[in-house]
T-cell receptor, first 113, second 116 residues
Framework: DSGVTQTPKHLITATGQRVTLRCSPR?????VYWYQQSLDQGLQFLIQ???????AKGNILERFSAQQFPDLHSELNLSSLELGDSALYFCASSVGSSTDEQYFGPGTRLTVT | AQTVTQSQPEMSVQEAETVTLSCTYD???????LFWYKQPPSRQMILVIRQEAYKQQNATENRFSVNFQKAAKSFSLKISDSQLGDAAMYFCAIRESGAGSYQLTFGKGTKLSVIP
């Protein structure tokens, strides 16, 4: 158990819908990262927050957004869902320095039908 | 931009034998970290081993060791005395240490099977 929690574990929804994925980082970690793992794109970085502020953006679609709240949990919002958004979404957390590890949550499996 | 290449989509090894997984990378930074992550069927991402680019000594964690060749930008993982529980996807990743973000860039992965 990494100490990072993600809810829900599984999510099945229809095209065009909107969903919210939630992540609680390890106690003491200020940085949250979101990654997407899909069959065609592999594992890719989406976005990072540090202590409530966006720090970096990767290959995140405009239909996707995220935020980190004062209690440091983070939410990833996916809207106008398409079949190709079906993937495993990971959240990872770290203290936030350049030397520390990222600890991954168990992931949320999103299926868009 | 940093890139990671794993040229072996699948590999197999006999139980108790040794196997080496290959990884090459590209980065313009001089300060970075390299990682191997394991993803078993449970899908959990588990850190196996990490290497700081400024360290010449190869990292070792129990049965897992790396061969880090900085000039060649190569970072292979050696698993000794392979066990059935080692069967998983293995991902090589790089993280640059520049100011700001420390996101990981992953390779496509190598699926390792362990034959009893």
């Amino acid at each position: 158990d990494s100490g990072v929690t993600q809810t829900p574990k599984h999510l099945i929804t229809a095209t065009g819908q909107r969903v919210t994925l939630r992540c609680s980082p390890r106690s003491g970690d200020l940085s949250v990262y979101w990654y997407q793992q899909s069959l065609d794109q592999g594992l890719q970085f989406l976005i990072q927050y540090y202590n409530g502020e966006e720090r970096a953006k990767g290959n995140i679609l405009e239909r996707f957004s995220a935020q980190q709240f004062p209690d440091l949990h983070s939410e990833l919002n996916l809207s106008s869902l398409e079949l190709g958004d079906s993937a495993l979404y990971f959240c990872a957390s770290s203290v936030g320095s350049s030397t520390d590890e990222q600890y991954f949550g168990p992931g949320t499996r999103l299926t868009v039908t | 931009a940093q890139t990671v290449t794993q040229s072996q989509p699948e590999m197999s090894v006999q139980e108790a034998e040794t196997v080496t997984l290959s990884c090459t990378y590209d980065t313009s930074e001089s300060d970075y970290y390299l990682f191997w992550y394991k993803q078993p069927p449970s899908r959990q991402m588990i850190l196996v081993i990490r290497q700081e680019a400024y360290k010449q000594q190869n990292a070792t964690e129990n049965r897992f060791s790396v061969n880090f060749q900085k000039a060649a930008k190569s970072f292979s993982l050696k698993i000794s005395d392979s066990q059935l529980g080692d069967a998983a996807m293995y991902f090589c990743a790089i993280r640059e240490s520049g100011a700001g973000s420390y996101q990981l860039t992953f390779g496509k992965g190598t699926k390792l099977s362990v034959i009893p």
